[in-house]
């Protein structure tokens, strides 16, 4: 077991640079996920961990080593990929034993671990069966087997559930959670699927553009996104923002309610979660519904505030019956509206 | 089929039965011949039934000298000569081409598009078009009368190392990934993960550089001067020539036969991987 | 090109590259560049001197009535292989594609032709054609044609085109068969519902489709035609009678070895090569596809 050590971490192609000195502590047995919109940088961030991209700048630390120029296979990590990236000409049993074999480990040893891990992931069946041969949810096991009888310091996770179908993601990633758990290896998990992130993650790291822009546990993301993207990214159905103007302690939305709740100065965004806002008689957030969507244990408005374009979307529960062009009341606690700058797209606290 | 027109399926089997006669009325009338004695075969017409000598043919042309008035080595000898030669320059071409294919896409080194353009100009440059100098290297370097110079100058090949670069191309990153997160090496993951992971693309490949090897005329004709040497392929001439004196067709045809065996028994036991060789060496 | 992960830089690339490009440098530069330094040379008659002469050689070449008529007749000789031996393919091809039973086993029939080595083929046509015994000649004589490669050229060429268009048979047949077959079943079907028997498909959707695959094997037939089917001049009639079917690459073996005229059989090999290029770029311009093995 290993803490993991990002120290000013930059990685550039030429000229182009597309991780922005990162910096981040990751725990021993802790698990992180990376999560961001593709494109933003969380693979390569990644394989920079593996070995398998060169560091441009910065340091990596495993443990209390300096991996920088180590080769992959001398970084005691263990990986699974999007595609598994099983061997298909080995069976399960080599492909598992494969690393071992050439780490010069004795065969009653490899067998032994094998066993172990094939026990743990209940694939003990299959062992001699080719990959091509398995069903997918099997495929991805036998993968995280090949991980797992490595006995590493770290686990990297590659997207590992996209190729799955949703029910078994489902699945799948409780399995993930269950079995990281009970190994305590420290972990970092790479999607871009915010859900599959706040599930898994004792801590998430969120990657735009190169860039952290905030790295934290679930709840404090949600409770307090530090910026709009954040804001924006995690929870579904996402966060409505509503454009604004501060004035001695009043905030003006752009129809000309009032709210009493106010942060900062002059022009703001107002950003409020669907699943905040509540009906209330003398409410100042009045929407105007064009849409509603029932999805049994909750109902979404889909509509636009009144008087104006800005969309919003209402999240309520049970069964609530809406009739297009109803206008409806909203007000929200103060702890849940949350203020940010337009132009930085910071939190304003 | 679109409609059911049966008339049209049966002119169709029929087309294509005339078809298979075309293309195997050669090979019938090289066999009927290798079934009757010389002296049938000077009559004409030649009979287009098969007579009763084979076994006793297929004797005299093994191991006696092929014709009774040429020179030459015995047949069997030949026949071991030609599977040598297809041989060598089967799995040299293989081996080579492998090579040469890992370290242009698994590798990132100096003058890597250098070579790469380099081998392409082998496909250009036939043997037929630049056989006196390579004919005089060959000389040079003492190779005259040798396997060695039989199939070394055969064995670069520009197609097949592009085949096996594409094959390589379309296997996953992930898998040399995998690898060195596993701790395989360069020639570790070649021999572990590459090879096994081509290898049907290697038995198609086989399959046509066999028959490339076997069938080789020109080349043998220049290198070879010692009858030790002949091939079965180069056999064939020689013995049409001595034929023009004292013909006895009913060798010659017995020695085209089982010059022919060879290479036709692999196209057909392997069909499929010959036209998966065909196409994709061509693709 | 390359991978996006790949092995760090070391010796071993550089050792993996040895052997195919030392065997191309010796074997295929070296003497590709030799041929082009001879063809710039003259010997004289008893090899005693030499004397470098630019573009004499081939100005000679282009200036030789005989060399001409060899370029013309290997056209001629080429075009004529192609020609049949695609017709016959294409035709068997359509038909075979028809027949949903039997397809592969007409295909395993056929096939076998391309194991058979050109001087055999030679081998196995000048026996079926000889004047006092073959088959041939005998049907021939029997409605009053009297056939003698050995002695009418008409009849040699015929005869090696026919030799050499059958062993082409089977290479152009697979490659016609396949590319009929990958034609979506639903196109054709579409065509058959909108009013189009057999033929009129044939000629107005099947044939177009694979127009990418005739014009592949046509360049494959011409450089097969050009170069393969030396075995098959030399087995069947020498380049004879009086020339009557001397191709070129049957010239430049036959100037270099048997005439040792070194300059001249140089300049024919730089025009050959010349050639191969040529037909090669245009194999990869427009088929992206490759010769030779």
């Known amino acids: ?349 | ?283 | 090109m390359l991978k996006r992960v790949h092995f760090p830089s070391s010796a071993l690339p550089f050792l993996l590259v040895a052997p195919q490009i030392i065997i191309t440098l010796v074997f295929f530069i070296w003497p590709a560049a030799q041929a082009i330094y001879q063809s710039f040379l003259i010997e004289d008659a008893f090899g005693l001197s030499t004397e470098f002469v630019w573009f004499e050689n081939f100005q000679i070449l282009f200036q030789d009535k005989q060399y001409l008529a060899t370029f013309w007749r290997t056209l001629f000789f080429s075009a004529a292989v192609a020609i049949l031996s695609m017709s016959i393919a294409l035709i068997l091809a359509a038909f075979a594609d028809r027949v949903v039973r039997g397809a592969t086993a007409y295909r395993t029939l056929m096939i076998w032709p391309y194991a058979v080595a050109p001087v055999l083929a030679g081998a196995l046509w000048v026996f079926m054609f000889n004047p006092t015994l073959g088959i041939f000649p005998f049907l021939l004589d029997m409605v009053g044609l009297d056939w003698n490669h050995y002695l009418k050229g008409s009849h040699a060429m015929m005869l090696v085109i026919f030799a050499a268009a059958w062993k082409q048979i089977a290479y152009n047949f697979l490659f016609y068969l396949a590319a009929m077959q990958s034609i979506p079943r639903s196109v054709i079907e579409a065509a058959a519902i909108d009013g189009a028997g057999p033929v009129r498909r044939f000629k107005d959707l099947i044939f177009p489709l694979i127009s990418p695959t005739t014009f592949f094997l046509l360049v494959i037939n011409a450089v097969y035609a050009f170069f393969d089917t030396f075995g098959i001049i030399h087995a069947v009639t020498q380049g004879g009678p009086a020339n009557s079917t001397t191709i070129l690459v049957y010239k430049v073996f036959n100037d270099g070895f048997v005439g040792l005229d070194l300059g001249g059989s140089a300049a024919q090999s730089v025009i050959l090569m010349f050639l191969v290029i040529t037909m090669t770029v245009v194999q990869f311009r427009y088929v992206e596809r490759k010769v030779e093995y």
């Open chain 1, 1 to 349: 077991m290993a803490s993991i050590t990002l120290k000013d971490l930059v990685k550039a192609y030429g000229d182009t640079e597309v991780l922005h000195h990162i910096d981040g502590q990751i725990e021993d047995g802790e698990f992180v996920v990376i999560v961001g919109p593709s494109g933003c940088g969380k693979s390569t961030l990644l394989r920079m961990v593996a070995g398998l991209e060169t560091v441009t700048g910065g340091e990596i630390h495993i443990g209390d080593r300096v991996v920088n120029e180590l080769e992959p296979a001398d970084r005691d990590i263990a990986m699974v990929f999007q595609n598994y990236a099983l061997y298909p000409h080995m069976s399960v049993r080599e492909n598992m034993a494969y690393g071992l074999k050439i780490r010069k480990i004795s065969k009653d040893e490899i067998n032994r671990r094998v066993e172990e891990a094939a026990d743990i992931l209940e694939i003990r069946p299959y062992l001699e069966r080719k990959p091509r041969q398995l069903s997918g949810g099997q495929r991805q096991r036998v993968a995280m087997g090949r991980a797992i009888v490595r006995d590493p310091q770290v686990f990297l996770f590659d997207e590992p559930l996209s190729n799955l179908d949703a029910k078994l993601r489902v699945q799948m990633r409780l399995e993930i959670r269950k079995l990281q758990q009970k190994l305590g290896v420290t972990s970092i998990y790479v999607t871009h699927d915010q859900v599959e992130a706040m599930t898994l993650g004792d801590r998430l790291m969120v990657l735009n553009g190169g860039y952290v822009e905030q790295f934290g546990t679930p709840i404090e993301l949600y409770d307090r996104p530090e910026t709009m993207f954040v804001a924006g990214f995690i929870g579904s159905p996402a966060m409505n923002f509503l454009p604004a103007e501060v004035a001695n302690g009043v905030t003006t939305l752009s129809n000309g309610a009032q709210l009493g709740v106010a942060q900062g100065q002059g022009n703001v965004v107002l950003g409020v979660r669907p699943e905040h806002l509540e009906p209330q008689e003398d409410g100042a957030i009045e929407v105007q519904v064009q849409l509603m969507e029932q999805l049994g244990a909750n109902t979404l408005l889909h509509g636009a505030l009144k008087g104006t374009d800005t969309e919003m979307v209402v999240s309520l529960p049970g069964h609530v019956t809406a009739a297009p062009g109803t206008e409806m009341k909203f007000g929200a606690a103060p702890e849940n509206m949350h203020f940010f700058a337009p132009d930085t797209q910071k939190r304003i606290e």
């Open chain 2, 1 to 283: 089929m679109v409609e059911n027109r049966p008339i049209l399926t049966l002119v169709s089997h029929l087309v294509l039965i005339f078809g298979v006669v075309l293309v195997a009325l050669p090979i019938w009338i090289t066999f009927v011949a290798a079934t009757h004695d010389a002296v049938r075969m000077t009559q004409a017409p030649i009979p287009l039934l098969p007579g009763t000598h084979f076994l006793e043919n297929l004797k005299a042309t093994l191991f006696g000298s092929g014709l009774s008035s040429a020179e030459a080595a015995p047949v069997w000898r030949m026949l071991l000569n030609s599977l040598a030669m297809a041989l060598m320059i089967a799995f040299g071409k293989i081996v080579i081409s492998l090579l040469s294919a890992f370290a242009i896409v698994y590798f990132k080194f100096p003058f890597r598009m250098g070579f790469f353009w380099l081998i392409f100009i082998t496909l250009m440059l036939p043997v037929e078009v630049r056989i006196l100098p390579t004919f005089e290297v060959v000389a040079n370097l003492g190779m005259l009368n040798s396997y060695w110079g039989l199939t070394v100058p055969l064995i670069a090949s520009a197609t097949a190392t592009f085949m096996f670069r594409q094959v390589f191309l379309t296997i996953p990153d992930e898998m040399l990934e995998s690898a060195r997160i596993d701790g395989a090496g360069p020639m570790r993951f070649f021999i572990d993960i590459l090879v096994p992971l081509s290898r049907t693309n290697i038995a198609a490949l086989f399959v046509i550089l066999f028959i490339y090897g076997w069938n080789q005329y020109l080349w043998p004709l220049l290198i070879t001067t010692d009858n030790d040497m002949t091939t079965i392929v180069m056999s064939i001439k020689q013995m049409l020539e001595a034929a023009e004196q004292s013909p006895q067709w009913n060798i010659i045809m017995m020695t085209a036969l089982l010059a022919m065996i060879p290479p036709v028994f692999v196209v057909i036991a392997m069909q499929k991987l010959f036209v998966q060789g065909l196409t994709e060496t061509d693709k």
